[in-house]
């Protein structure tokens, strides 16, 4: 775990209706599922009481851009619940690139043989889980955070 920086994360997806929750322990062993929010006024809310839970060292915000690497609608939209998220937490907020994770959870959900139906409670959970493992995994092999940080100064667009 060369320059692997310890403490809890929590990975945070970031849909329109529906914001997944997920959290690695202190070592970045592994992610897990934590919640799935429903986006309201009271997502952030929400999320804070579940960081209190927990010695927290960042959160891992998706950054949802196109295949080409573009900004879209929901990237905003990330960005600005991000920002927002640091803000009202004081806690640092990395933004990392998250093409493909919500692809990659109804892959996985799919063949533990839940339909899309079924799993719609929960993908937004296990694609944090995706994020976050990604994160973490960058991290212990680069020895480098992945994504940026929110600046802390930075204002909602």
């Known amino acids: ?13 970031v849909g329109r209706a529906r914001v997944g929750v997920a959290r690695c322990d202190p070592d970045g062993m592994l992610a897990v599922p934590v919640e799935t929010v429903q986006r309201n006024d009271q997502s952030i ?12 060292l960042e959160f891992v915000v998706g950054l949802p851009v196109n295949m080409q ?25 990395r933004m990392v690139d998250e093409r493909l994770s919500t692809v990659t959870a109804h892959a996985a959900l799919r063949s533990s043989g839940r339909s899309q139906k079924k799993s719609r409670s929960i993908v937004d959970q296990v694609a ?18 992945a994504g940026a940080t929110i600046p802390v100064d930075e204002e909602p667009a």
Not at 70 to 91: N, P
């Open 1 to 13: 775990m060369n320059g692997f920086r310890r403490g809890v994360r929590l990975g945070i997806d």
């Open 45 to 56: 809310d929400r999320i804070l009481t579940i960081a209190g839970e927990y010695d927290l």
């Open 69 to 93: 690497g573009a900004d879209t609608a929901s990237t905003t939209d990330a960005r600005e619940f991000a920002v927002a998220l640091q803000q009202r937490s004081g806690a640092p907020v």
């Open 128 to 145: 944090a889980v995706v994020l976050l493992q990604q994160a973490i995994d960058t991290e212990k092999s680069t020895g480098n955070p």
